[in-house]
């Protein structure tokens, strides 16, 4: 992934661009959405109105996820929106030359999101927030780095097993927590870990914005990849808050994901032998 720094060239050019594709006038009615949008709409010598309703054209600065142009399409469906540039999915992110892109800016989002949910980012409580939201996200999603460090073996087909490994992580739909223990195990062939690794290993796919499933699936995989064991298994049993604080509001209810590999899917005794050490998927300790 990259970003991409714009140069006001790069602007103009694209204005320019869009003012002959689109045959905009200077009596053309022109909205920009917030913010970026409207800095753009100004460089487009048209007529700058103050609401999409007595608009020609809505415009914004970058298509991403489509969803400000679905939310302006539902709205003014007889509307044209038009985005200044479309960012592919081999851009990370877009700088614009207008956009400091400082921490300071980074704080103002969180100070916005305060006040769309109804709350004074001014208080005494909350004046502090903006800064350490972020600063506990960056935290959060830079997990240390580690070596998979292996170990040649010979003659060996003894099951390794980990329990009770703790991990962390956030709801990719509602940036909610989620937490629990890992249950890791493999069948090693001609290579072993150290037991650390398997813990690293569920912390770093952890330590991002996640759903529980694609967590088992990654550690099991990364770990078959990495040791080319004869079989890999992957249990987590989690707790969601959002499930619990919101929607049905379940309390101490538990989501159980398993990922078995290799001899744990292809072997009966093996599987049952990895179960039996750690419980059957009602009594998970």
């Not at 869009?18 to 753009?40: A, E, H, Q, R, S």
């Not at 927030?129 to 010979?154: C, G, Q």
């Not at 529980?212 to 990849?225: C, D, K, M, W, Y």
Request: with cysteine; hydrophobic share 40%; glycine share 4%.
């Amino acid at each position: 992934m990259k970003n991409i720094n714009l140069t006001w060239e790069d602007i103009f050019a694209r204005i320019n661009y869009i003012k002959k594709k689109d045959k905009i006038t200077p009596k053309t009615k022109v909205f920009g959405v917030p913010k970026n949008g409207m800095i753009l709409a100004g460089f487009l010598g048209a007529v700058n109105v103050p609401n999409p309703e007595e608009a020609d054209i809505i415009i914004d600065d970058i298509l991403d996820s489509g969803s400000t142009k679905k939310k302006f399409k539902k709205m003014f469906p007889k509307k044209k929106f038009i985005t200044l540039f479309e960012k592919d999915k081999k851009i990370d992110w877009v700088n614009f030359p207008f956009e400091k892109n400082t921490e300071a800016d980074h704080q103002d989002l969180i100070f916005r999101l305060l006040q769309v949910i109804g709350e004074d980012p001014k208080r005494e409580g909350l004046l502090d927030t903006p800064r350490r939201y972020i600063d506990a996200f960056k935290e959060f999603l830079s997990p240390p780095e580690f070596n998979m460090t292996t170990f040649d073996v010979e003659n060996t087909d003894e099951m390794i097993v980990q329990l009770d490994i703790p991990f962390y992580s956030f709801c990719e739909h509602h940036l909610l927590p989620f937490f629990g223990k890992g249950y890791v195990a493999y069948v090693p062939d001609k290579k072993i870990v150290g037991l650390s690794k398997l813990a690293r290993t569920l912390e770093t796919f952890s330590r991002r914005l996640q759903n529980q499933e694609r967590i088992t699936n990654q550690v099991a995989e990364h770990l078959q990849s990495n040791l080319q064991a004869k079989g890999v298994a992957v249990v987590l049993k989690a707790r969601h808050m959002c499930m619990e604080m919101r929607g049905v509001k379940t309390s101490d209810t538990n989501t159980i994901t398993s990922k078995l590999l290799g001899s744990f899917r292809s072997d009966e005794r093996t599987r049952a032998e990895f179960l039996n050490l750690i419980g059957n998927h009602r009594n998970l300790a």
